[in-house]
């Protein structure tokens, strides 16, 4: 009888990343034709779970998400970690690479609270410590107050109960993952762009073990993966940071890449959009799309990013 295989998985602890880690054990398994005992899911704490009563930008942004995993990772105690692409910093670690994205699902923000923007009571207190929901948001409704909420899917609903706020935003692919398919409003992401990276789950290994690059390419979507690949390099080209509201929606439309991004003020009040078409092989066409963009944008908005023009 062979061996039994055996790769630890890291993950978060949220229900939404155990969710994750579920569905990419899953495909591994299948892909290889192995029992999912195979697999051992290793829920590692990370910073950002442990802090929550403050928003997210202000106590370190994205990295809270993914350093302790990173950490796990270089040290040889998991072998691959599983990621929400949306919370993964355009820059990661050389010694980490990104080996598969799992097919994409449903790249949509949903409302929960309202029936649509337009159904949201006039002045209504909306909970979201995203600086893009927030922008688009005042940008559509600027009657609407923000108010900051975090914590995971089941707390912010649960807040929302709770009377903190009259709605808020979620992710519906997080939704669905969950299995709460049928909550809230979807707004269509044609109108309302999601986050770059929304919807695409990651898997990470050591960029020098080879053995792991293998098995996680042949879970990978090629498609999935150059969307988000273009997203990400729109973000790092705009200098954004967790403090910069920017939206994005790529899909891929014969062998080329249709990327169409959104920039704002942080007060919604401004708003620069803009959409670029280019072969998945241009690796510029992201930094192009940055800088039209960033050349056509006021003062209220490149206060907000470091990209150069
Ligand atoms: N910031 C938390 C986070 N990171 C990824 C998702 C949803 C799943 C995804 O986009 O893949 C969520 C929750 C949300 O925005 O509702």
């Known amino acids: 009888m062979p061996a039994t295989p055996s790769l630890r998985l890291g993950t978060r602890r949220s229900p939404l990343a155990m969710a994750q880690a579920h569905e990419a054990r899953a495909r591994l398994c299948a892909a290889q034709g192995w029992d999912e005992s195979a697999v051992e899911l290793v829920p590692v704490v990370a910073s950002g779970d442990k802090i929550q009563d403050r928003p997210l930008a202000d106590i370190g942004g994205k990295a809270l998400w993914t350093r302790e995993l990173d950490i796990w990772l270089r040290e040889g105690r998991i072998d691959i970690a599983v990621h929400s692409m949306k919370d993964v910093e355009t820059e990661r670690p050389e010694q980490i690479a990104i ?35 927030a922008a688009q948001l005042l940008h559509r409704r600027p009657d609407c107050h923000v108010v900051p909420i975090r914590g995971n899917v089941a707390t912010r609903i649960g807040k929302l109960a709770a009377g903190e706020a009259d709605a808020t935003f979620l992710a519906a692919a997080g939704l669905a993952r969950l299995g709460e398919d049928d909550v809230g409003a979807r707004l269509d992401p044609e109108e309302w762009l999601p986050a770059p990276g929304q919807a695409a789950i990651g898997i990470e290994c050591r960029s020098d073990d080879a053995a792991t690059r293998d098995l996680l390419a042949a879970i990978d979507h090629a498609e999935s993966h150059a969307e988000i690949t273009a997203e990400r390099a729109l973000l790092a080209a705009l200098g954004g940071s967790c403090h910069s509201p920017i939206a994005a929606l790529s899909r891929i439309e014969g062998g080329d890449i249709v990327l169409r991004a959104a920039i704002y003020s942080e007060d919604g009040i401004h708003r620069i959009e803009d959409e670029a078409r280019f072969a998945i092989a241009d690796t510029s066409g992201p930094a192009a799309l940055a800088r039209q963009l960033l050349s056509a944008a006021p003062e209220a908005i490149t206060a907000l990013f470091d990209g150069v023009r």
């Open 99 to 133: 080996g598969a994205i799992l097919p994409r699902v449903d790249k949509a923000d949903v409302l929960v609270g309202a029936a649509s923007l337009a159904a949201l009571p006039q002045g209504a207190r909306i909970g979201t410590s995203a600086p893009r929901r």
